[in-house]
């Protein structure tokens, strides 16, 4: 018995020092073991392994998860063209106006006529809104006048607001405007045919962006450049060329000319009459399409 407790004792002494001798137990191994939170990444700082998307453009916004398909539409689509908006610093006098001026009261009479599709002298094309008008020569004023909305009021106390698209020749006298039939028939019956009236320059609300267009027929050796669908009559079209920014001269048809190709398919700088300024970038060299911008002249 003795020499059985005597082994008994060795043994336990025996295995106590062979597992004090074995190493302790990996920190995190194991599914209850504590895992170390990672340290937080300074404000700016790039991730070791970066899953940022491209640059967006100019005004978009990303979406905060976007999907697969919904990057490969975005892919996929075309931007409109970038811009941003200069307002007219308070020391410098706005451009000329031109005959039609902003806080001026016209008078004149207003006559009517069959407006069709709505396009005219303007070239803006057809329209669904038939609110607009032709204003006499001598205003329309080589196509300065077009795009502009006026506020017409009769003697009778009826108003209407509506679009210069056209140009009514001699012998449309100054202060005169030839309006839709449509139009007409707001102020007064159709069979009365001509009634004294004023007239003055709005600048109405809208949900509109402005919009660019190339002549049929521009190339980077020519071009004819519209503005559409602006708030405020357009005062200056102007190109960035090698040599800086270039005022493009205005034709009686509504087109900026280019007749070198200089700047053609280039940055855009668009000035209203009241002075702001609007640059276009990115708008693709494409005769007969309308490119919406991002951007709209100021109500005033």
Known sequence: MLGTAVILTAAGVLFCLVTAMLPGPTAGAGAGADVAAPAATPAGAAPSAPTSP?????????????????????????????????????????????????????????TAYAAADGNGACLFGPSDDLMIAAMNTTDYESSRACGAYVRVRAANGASITVRIT??????????????????????????????????????????????????????????GIQVIDHRNPVARLEVRTGKGWRKLPRTDYNYFLSADGGGCGGAMRITDIYGERLTVDGTALLPNVAQPTRVQFAAH
Do not use: M
């Not at 905060?64 to 006098?93: D, H, I």
């Not at 001699?170 to 069979?191: M, N, R, T, V, Y």
């Open 54 to 110: 491209a640059p967006l453009a100019a005004g978009s916004r990303a979406p905060a998860t976007p999907s697969a398909s919904a990057a490969a539409t975005s892919a996929a689509a075309a931007p409109p063209p970038t811009a941003k908006k200069t307002p007219p610093a308070a020391s410098t006098p706005a451009p000329s106006a031109g005959r039609i001026r902003p806080g001026t009261t016209y008078k004149g009479v207003a």
């Open 166 to 223: 056209n140009e009514c020749p001699l012998p449309c006298a100054p202060g005169q405007l030839d309006l839709s039939e449509q139009a007409f028939a707001k102020l007064a019956e159709l069979k009365v045919g001509r009634i004294p009236i004023t007239w003055s320059l709005v600048s109405p609300r809208t949900s509109d962006t402005l919009s660019l267009r190339y002549k049929t027929g521009s190339s980077a050796h020519w071009c």
